[in-house]
């Protein structure tokens, strides 16, 4: 099963680490810019379910009042 490393397993890599030397990139630079990453990538989740779920619940209300209109 393939799945995403966490934000420890990358900084902990050596060949990331090795990649990041070779671009002079400190090793707290990086972890922050992981970190800020990660804190972008969960709002934009979370703003992408809050609107999945605003159109079920629309989507939902409009079903039920055509079935109250032909009752």
């Keep these: 099963m393939e799945s ?4 420890s397993e990358v900084l902990a890599d050596p060949l ?3 990649l990041r030397r070779a671009d002079h990139i400190g090793y707290a630079a990086f972890a922050q ?8 990538h969960t709002r934009q989740l979370l703003s992408h379910l809050d609107k999945e779920r605003v159109d079920t619940f629309y989507r939902q ?3 039920a009042g055509q079935r109250s209109r032909l009752s």
Excluded: N, P
């Design 4 to 7: 995403d490393l966490t934000v």
């Design 16 to 18: 990331i680490a090795q």
């Design 33 to 40: 810019f992981l970190e800020s990453a990660a804190r972008v």
């Design 61 to 63: 209300a409009e079903i």
